[in-house]
């Protein structure tokens, strides 16, 4: 992995998931990570653990230079358009420590919008926001950590801004409250609805959109070029109500899959719109939708709107 996703992932004494040939999670802790060696050694943890770590960390890009004259990416959408911009940019990523955290069942609020989200409760009602409380997933803050000295990876490499227009904005509204209305009608009720559903009433609609897509399109690289899903990543960054957002190589100086993406757009959206719509998956996953190296931690991703604004952009693939 790149060394910004290993201060990320496998810092001391993170703890750290893979899936072995059965399928079954296994859990790892870091003991160690070697930078000037590219190495970190983890031990076993256990099969089945109710314990994980959260990296708290940043991630922050300054375009320097434009590399090429921004182009104008049409949609089927009336009038709804993308801007794209190639960019010379520094990306720093910083690491400044990690919270330990446990699952168990309990009480808690499962209002996402509420300080006491997830948190365990007693009573019938949560003392912040009012609204009743119900038996669910409880997540427990162990023990949390701040580095003496932060993990820091600063670089430059092309990166590519994506913005849309407002036409292409009223849409994407248009259709996050569709998909709130029918997701409504299926399940009554906020409190019913599944967690995977419930980022289109946590995280803007442009937010959602930008976001699902950036990680379908990433998943999809493989498809068309020869480079890895980790040779290229994404960020969504709302500005003074703007929402804007930057592919950008994963690598000093840059692989090239950041620069296909901004020739390429279109072709990237429709084999991104095919691996996804493909996967037998309901609300998204980490085959379609998710990754463990999210920046973002994997917030306001929603597959099917996803899906509506990659086939708006891949219509136009010739």
Same mark, same amino acid.
């Given at each position: 992995?790149s *060394? +910004?996703?290993a201060?990320?992932?496998?810092? +001391? %004494?993170?703890?750290y ?6 399928? $079954?999670?296994?859990a790892?802790r ?23 770590? $959260?990296?708290?960390? $940043?991630?922050?890009?300054q ?11 049409p ?21 400044t ?12 609020c499962?209002?996402?919008?509420c ?5 365990? *409760?007693?009573?019938k009602?949560?003392? %912040?926001?009012?609204? +009743? ?8 803050l %162990?023990?949390?950590v ?21 036409g *292409?904005?009223? /849409? ?9 209305? $029918? ?10 609805? +599944?967690?995977?559903?419930k /980022?289109?009433?946590?995280s803007?609609s ?10 379908q ?5 493989p ?12 960020i969504?960054?709302e ?11 994963t ?13 390429q757009?279109?072709?990237?959206a429709a084999?991104?719109? /095919?691996l ?10 980490p ?6 190296g999210?920046?973002q ?5 929603h597959?099917?709107?996803?899906l ?6 891949? %219509?136009?693939?010739?």
């Amino acid at each position: 992995m790149s *060394l +910004p996703l290993a201060h990320r992932e496998v810092f +001391p %004494q993170a703890i750290y998931f893979l899936q072995d040939e059965s399928g $079954e999670i296994i859990a790892y802790r870091s003991e160690s990570l070697d930078e000037v060696r590219g190495e970190a050694k983890l031990a076993f943890l256990a099969k089945n653990t109710d314990l994980y770590t $959260e990296a708290e960390s $940043e991630l922050d890009i300054q375009p320097r230079s434009l590399l090429a004259q921004p182009q104008i990416i049409p949609t089927h959408i009336k009038d709804g358009r993308l801007r794209l911009s190639l960019v010379w940019g520094e990306i720093t990523n910083s690491v400044t420590g990690y919270r330990l955290m446990k699952r168990t069942y309990g009480r808690t609020c499962k209002n996402q919008n509420c300080s006491n989200y997830k948190k365990p *409760l007693e009573g019938k009602t949560c003392s %912040q926001c009012k609204r +009743p409380i119900y038996s669910a997933e409880v997540t427990n803050l %162990q023990s949390e950590v701040v580095f003496e000295e932060p993990y820091i990876t600063k670089y430059q490499a092309p990166c590519v801004l994506v913005e849309f227009n407002e036409g *292409l904005q009223t /849409a994407i509204t248009t259709e996050v409250n569709r998909c709130k209305k $029918e997701i409504m009608q299926c399940y009554g009720e906020y409190r019913d609805i +599944p967690e995977q559903f419930k /980022a289109l009433w946590t995280s803007a609609s442009h937010f959602t959109a930008l976001h699902s897509i950036q990680h379908q399109i990433v998943k999809a690289v493989p498809l068309v070029v020869l480079s890895s899903s980790l040779d290229v990543d994404g960020i969504v960054m709302e500005k003074e109500g703007k929402t804007t957002g930057y592919f950008y190589d994963t690598s000093e100086g840059g692989n090239g899959a950041a620069e296909a993406i901004f020739h390429q757009l279109s072709r990237f959206a429709a084999k991104a719109y /095919a691996l996804a719509v493909e996967c037998d998956c309901e609300g998204g996953c980490p085959r379609c939708l998710h990754s463990p190296g999210c920046p973002q931690k994997n917030l306001g991703l929603h597959k099917d709107v996803g899906l509506f604004l990659l086939d708006a952009i891949s %219509q136009n693939n010739s």
